[in-house]
């Protein structure tokens, strides 16, 4: 019997109608079919964020055709045969059949081929080896690989050593797909081939390590597959340290049953010591954005403290200091660390406690110090900074007559 997913909304949509039509019209009936992540998706009915296709049609050719039919097509990646479509906006992804020629584990060489097994072949995971027709009719060419799919088995196409010697990002990758779609026991033969070739993943580019790793802790519950990555040794490859399980496991508890979300940089955060000094060595290590390298290294400061009990007024001259986020950061991370303390209830009021207050602005500035006689130059900043400081044990409350006598106070 032969797996069909029949004639789904997104792939009868007028967007995807055009794209099919397009290519046909040059190649002929079934020269292109969905493929990958649409189809996995699909199988195991879930969203479907991106669609891609797979054809026989070379890249010219398939940027000739979709230029004849009207759509847009961007050249984003012809070397590998990748050619993107814009259709009213969408984009999809066509990529040429291809084999490889040559690899060196970082990039590879391919071919053309009009042969879809062979494009199968050289596919990471079965249930990524998957090409629907226009019709909704599967072609799984591993012969398995809706079952893997349906089952939870993240399984590597053909020998798992030489998928991972072609390209050795498919160690992380396996780890993110066991996280996001795997149930049960991991595949033996996938973690001994990943545990040998552990060392080789450190070669990769950074950019490409942090994006699988990211990927990876966004998923509803990356434990199992964190702990794995632990014990293959891949974790130490790619963080500076020890990594912080207990503390990584309770703050994705956390989120799944208390707060309702999921924070990838966050329990990224929570792997890691209380050191904003590790916090900068790990994003330049894993070379993160300067937002994502900002927002680590704030949410591992260990001052000010952080603790169940405290008034509203210590609270609120905590949120001043931090800023919302880095403080809503250091309650959950205190929080995931406290977990076995049972103090849950006092941290989610600490949490709704900050987020519930918003700071107000100093009621003053350097114009009104000038205006009050300081001399110009670094006696501002400090009149400045010991009003503020006032101000804040007052908890906010002096308003812009009392900041400005006390400002004329600190300067007499």
């Not at 019209?25 to 699909?42: E, L, S, T, W, Y």
């Not at 590790?278 to 927002?295: I, P």
């Not at 003053?364 to 130059?377: E, M, Q, T």
Request: with cysteine.
């Amino acid at each position: 019997m032969t797996d069909a997913l029949g004639q789904l909304p997104w792939m009868t949509a007028p967007a995807t109608a055009a794209v099919f039509d397009a290519l046909e019209a040059a190649g002929g009936p079934d020269c292109a079919r969905f493929v990958g992540g649409c189809v996995r998706n699909a199988v195991l009915g879930q969203a479907i964020a991106d669609i891609d296709l797979a054809t026989t049609l070379t890249p010219d050719a398939v940027t000739q055709a979709l230029k004849a039919a009207g759509v847009r097509a961007i050249p984003t990646g012809v070397e590998h045969g990748t050619v993107t479509a814009v259709v009213r906006r969408h984009p999809f992804e066509v990529t040429t059949l291809r084999r490889d020629v040559e690899t060196d584990g970082r990039r590879a060489v391919v071919a053309f081929t009009t042969d879809w097994r062979e494009d199968a072949m050289r596919r990471d995971f079965t249930l990524n080896a998957l090409y629907a027709r226009r019709d909704g009719t599967i072609f799984d060419p591993s012969g398995h690989g809706v079952a893997d799919a349906r089952a939870g088995r993240i399984v590597f196409v053909g020998d798992p050593e030489q998928r991972l010697r072609e390209d050795h990002l498919r160690a992380l990758r396996f780890f993110r797909f066991l996280a996001w779609y795997g149930r049960g026991e991991p595949d033996a033969a996938a973690v001994a081939a990943v545990t040998a070739q552990k060392g080789k993943v450190a070669s990769l580019a950074a950019e490409r390590i942090s994006a699988e790793l990211l990927k990876l802790l966004a998923a509803p519950d990356p434990r199992a597959s964190v702990r794995l990555m632990e014990r293959t040794g891949v974790l130490e490859v790619i963080l500076p340290g020890p990594p912080d399980l207990a503390r990584f496991e309770a703050l994705t508890a956390l989120e799944r049953e208390a707060l309702g979300e999921t924070d990838a940089l966050l329990r990224l955060a929570a792997l890691l010591p209380d050191d904003p000094a590790e916090g900068l060595r790990t994003a330049e290590r894993l070379r993160l954005s300067n937002a994502e390298r900002d927002r680590l290294q704030a949410a591992l400061g260990p001052q000010p403290g952080l603790a169940l009990g405290l008034a509203p007024k210590e609270v609120h001259a905590a949120v001043y200091r931090l800023g919302a986020q880095t403080f809503r950061d250091r309650v959950k991370l205190n929080w995931a660390a406290d977990a076995a303390g049972g103090g849950g209830a006092g941290w989610r009021a600490l949490l709704a406690a900050g987020e519930t207050w918003t700071p107000p602005a100093l009621p003053v500035n350097g114009a009104d110090a000038l205006a009050a006689g300081a001399p110009k130059g670094p006696r501002v900043g400090e009149a400045l900074r010991a009003l503020e400081a006032w101000w804040v044990e007052g908890d906010f409350q002096a308003d812009r007559a009392a900041a400005l006598a006390k400002l004329k106070a600190l300067l007499r």
